[in-house]
């Protein structure tokens, strides 16, 4: 998969351009709300900090004096600071939540945009299942990430300075110890953090691992089922489920070690100051309420000290979902508009391939050296046996892959000379695999054209003879279809799939094995539809049964992606070779 400059190592990209990124491509859009929660955060570590320091004039004034007004004035503060820190914290949480939110939004939509500009063979790389993991796992962690930082770490920040202010004003000796052993922590919090984001990498890839198996066994439970092979998935859904409870115990074990570890060294700290303050007070130099003002304000520091720590746990483990997030919105997608691109606009269209040769990635060598001329107006069609190059022609034609050499024209433009969007409005595909969409019919139809009236998907619905059928459904047009169309039969969804194309109305329409999978009626109802709608268009058939392209006006015959013969039904058959015998063991086996 390529990627712009800024692509990251996963396993070991730095913090920082992370963050700086995040901040300056998505925080930065928000900063009004930002700004709000930030003052919010310096309410909340203010109104800490002053509770920690009216402890010592509880005691030295008020308790150890027995003034009774110091008591009353002092704990009526202590309320009112409380009630101003829930207020700041609820404003603090909303507006953050609300950024997160809103920047999740931001990058799905960015990453749903790098998607779909893929081309198709990108997809053979990157499953469904994966993809989809990447869209809702791994962006629930970047947004978590986001919000703490802001929630636990300006805030957890905050309230540190706030209290550590008020220990360096009660005793400066107890504060400087305090600064010689509480940087001991830094230490364990570093390692932890690196183990954090290694193990959290490794569990959101076993997720979309599962992810993906999961999308695959649900979208094929039927032949799950029909082959008995419940047992076998269970398996490979036990290894999958494994390597994710392995991953995540991993991570578990390192955010679970790092807080009692943490608090262990605070632990030690907090004996060797109350043993220095001890002798302080017996000698006369601290004050009781000035020691329990700094003891609060120490205690108080557990908290924000232990969300520290967490915080870079779950920092590092939104990382590595942002670094995964942006290695997809990074891709640049392998075919694209090229400088220069002009739109394409003609009502006809002639294609021509000349001396194209097709080799995939895999290094598979699709078409060898392939030259067809295709008058606008004409149909062809295109026969041969398996593994023959036909499906990757027209493949060529929309650019979903792009030819190795040679070139590829359409009303006697070069097809990367126009652009990408344009091309491939004035292209109607009808494939073997129908996309029917869980939508109503009307809108599965009005796909190829969202504006379209609903008299023209009427009138497409009949040229693709469908209209029947769907009037004869309870709900008509307006049928909900369900997941890939489950309510329908194979030819229905054909004669849908073929009503789309024509409601497009292209001047190119493709078939790719559009009745390979249907009955006999089923067939000859697609089949006469088909006919119907190559009037007047350029089409190019792919077909294996050759009884439904007998009407081509040419056909070409492909092996080992070159072309064998060509000619009418009657000439090919007349020259007894390749496309003879082809059709002499489809007729023996009728």
């Not at 704990?75 to 609300?98: D, H, K, P, W």
């Not at 493709?510 to 999978?517: G, I």
Request: net charge positive; hydrophobic share 45%; charged share 15%.
């Amino acid at each position: 998969m390529a990627a712009s400059k800024r692509h990251l190592n996963p396993t070991t990209a730095p913090s920082w351009p992370l963050l700086k990124r995040i901040f300056s491509e998505y925080l930065w859009f928000h900063k009004a709300p930002l700004l709000w929660a930030c003052g919010a955060m310096l309410v909340v570590a203010a109104a800490l900090g002053m509770q920690a320091h009216l402890i010592q004039p509880l005691f030295d004034n008020g308790l150890i004096a027995g003034r009774v007004g110091v008591i009353n004035t002092v704990i009526g503060a202590v309320v009112a600071l409380t009630l101003i820190r829930g207020v700041a914290n609820y404003y603090q949480l909303y507006f953050m939540e609300s950024v997160g939110q809103r920047v999740i939004a931001t990058l799905q939509e960015q990453m749903y945009a790098a998607t779909l500009r893929q081309p198709l063979g990108w997809f053979a790389d990157n499953p469904t299942g994966m993809l989809t993991s990447r869209f809702i796992s791994d962006l629930q962690r970047l947004k978590y990430a986001v919000t703490q930082i802001f929630n636990s770490g300006l805030r957890d920040t905050g309230t540190v300075v706030g209290l550590f202010v008020n220990m360096l004003y009660q005793d400066f000796h107890l504060t400087v110890l305090t600064l010689v052993i509480v940087p001991m922590t830094i230490i364990p919090i570093r390692r932890f953090g690196r183990l954090s984001r290694k193990y959290s990498r490794v569990n959101q890839e076993s997720t979309a691992k599962m992810a993906h198996h999961l999308n695959q066994t649900l979208m094929h439970v039927r032949q799950v089922q029909s082959y008995a092979q419940e047992g076998f998935e269970n398996r490979r859904m036990h290894r999958q489920v494994m390597d994710v409870l392995e991953s995540t115990l991993k991570a578990v074990k390192v955010r679970a070690l790092s807080s009692p570890v943490v608090e262990v060294i605070g632990s030690v700290a907090i004996a060797l100051i109350m043993l220095y303050a001890g002798r302080r007070i017996a000698d006369g130099t601290l004050s009781p309420g000035a020691f329990a003002s700094f003891m609060a304000s120490l205690v108080m520091l557990s908290r924000p000290l232990k969300g520290l720590a967490s915080l870079n746990n779950s920092l590092q483990e939104g990382l590595a979902a942002a670094q995964r997030a942006f290695e997809l919105t990074d891709a640049t997608p392998a075919l694209k508009d090229t400088p220069g691109a002009k739109a394409l606009d003609v009502k006809s269209a002639s294609l021509s391939f000349e001396h194209v040769t097709l080799t995939y990635a895999d290094g598979t060598t699709a078409l060898q050296d392939f030259t067809l001329q295709i008058p606008a107006g004409k149909t062809v069609a295109l026969v041969g046996p398996s593994g023959a190059g036909k499906s990757s022609i027209l493949n060529l034609l929309p650019r979903f892959y792009e030819a190795s050499t040679g070139v590829v024209k359409i009303a006697g433009k070069d097809v990367r000379d126009v652009t990408l969007k344009s091309l491939r409005q004035h292209i109607g595909l009808v494939s073997q695999d129908v996309a029917i969409f869980d939508d109503t019919i009307a809108g599965n139809i009005a796909y190829a054209l969202p504006k379209a009236t609903a008299q023209a998907v009427v009138a497409a619905a009949k040229a693709a003879a469908a209209h029947t059928f769907i009037e004869a459904l309870p709900n008509g047009y307006a049928t909900v279809l369900g997941e890939n169309g489950l309510k329908l039969s194979g030819g229905q969804k054909q004669r849908l799939a073929l009503a789309r194309a024509l409601l497009k109305d292209a001047p190119v329409l493709l078939l790719d094995e559009a009745t390979a999978s249907l009955d006999t009626a089923s067939e000859k109802a697609v089949q006469a539809a088909l006919e119907l709608a190559e009037q007047g268009r350029t089409t190019l058939i792919v077909a294996h049964r050759l009884s439904t392209i007998v009407h081509a006006d040419e056909i070409v015959v492909l092996e080992a992606g070159r072309i064998a013969e060509r000619g009418s039904h009657r000439q090919l058959l007349a020259k007894k070779g390749l496309y003879h015998r082809l059709w002499s063991l489809q007729a023996q086996a009728s």
